[in-house]
T-cell receptor, first 115, second 112 residues
Framework: QKEVEQDPGPLSVPEGAIVSLNCTYSNSAFQYFMWYRQYSRKGPELLMYTYSSGNKEDGRFTAQVDKSSKYISLFIRDSQPSDSATYLCAILWHAGGTSYGKLTFGQGTILTVHP | DTAVSQTPKYLVTQMGNDKSIKCEQNLGHDTMYWYKQDSKKFLKIMFSYNNKELIINETVPNRFSPKSPDKAHLNLHINSLELGDSAVYFC???????????FGSGTRLTVV
């Protein structure tokens, strides 16, 4: 079983739609949950970062973590063509009580928002 | 000012050759990483260095050898390149105590 599972899509939505992106993870010890956005031919950039269960909102983006079901989600409201990118969920955990983290990614979901 | 810079951006080479990719960060971070992204966009960690010390070494062929001359630089040398090495290689950096990784823009390696 992979540590982080994500549906690769692709996902195509009209402008203005609400987008829901989801990941599941396997290890309940995972501590930090992130969403990265990657535009074509660019490196991933951090979009959202959460530590605990619950919701975190930043503008049109909401990240949600449900530790009981090991499920993380990213919602995009009023989606724009500029949101077209690959969205990668990621888990950061510190194994063995060390301070060194290991960032593990899901497969990434390719999102296209068409005008 | 580029925070994490990689050179070269594109690399096309023949099978069996040896090549290097360089990475430099000016963020003052103490930890650097190499990730490989395959054709399906799956991003997987290869190595991690903290203050020039190797701390993560995933299951990577020993043809891949990272080198960190100082904490601002992490290079990746690949011997005897194979077709399956074709991918985009990303360098990243962070502080050991924080969770935010900053990625470079990648090196697209094509082995022919």
């Amino acid at each position: 079983q992979k540590e982080v599972e994500q549906d690769p899509g692709p996902l195509s939505v009209p402008e203005g739609a609400i987008v829901s992106l989801n990941c599941t993870y396997s290890n309940s010890a995972f501590q930090y949950f992130m969403w990265y956005r990657q535009y074509s031919r660019k490196g991933p950039e951090l979009l959202m970062y959460t530590y605990s269960s619950g919701n975190k909102e930043d503008g049109r983006f909401t990240a949600q973590v449900d530790k009981s079901s090991k499920y993380i989600s990213l919602f995009i409201r009023d989606s724009q063509p500029s949101d077209s990118a690959t969205y990668l969920c990621a888990i950061l955990w510190h194994a063995g009580g060390t301070s060194y983290g290991k960032l593990t990614f899901g497969q990434g979901t390719i999102l296209t928002v068409h005008p | 000012d580029t925070a994490v810079s990689q050179t070269p951006k594109y690399l096309v080479t023949q099978m069996g050759n040896d090549k290097s990719i360089k990475c430099e960060q000016n963020l003052g971070h103490d930890t650097m990483y190499w990730y490989k992204q395959d054709s399906k966009k799956f991003l997987k960690i290869m190595f991690s260095y903290n203050n020039k010390e190797l701390i993560i070494n995933e299951t990577v062929p020993n043809r891949f050898s990272p080198k960190s001359p100082d904490k601002a630089h992490l290079n990746l040398h690949i011997n005897s390149l194979e077709l399956g090495d074709s991918a985009v290689y990303f360098c990243a950096s962070s502080t050991s105590r924080r969770s935010y990784y900053t990625f470079g823009s990648g090196t697209r390696l094509t082995v022919v």
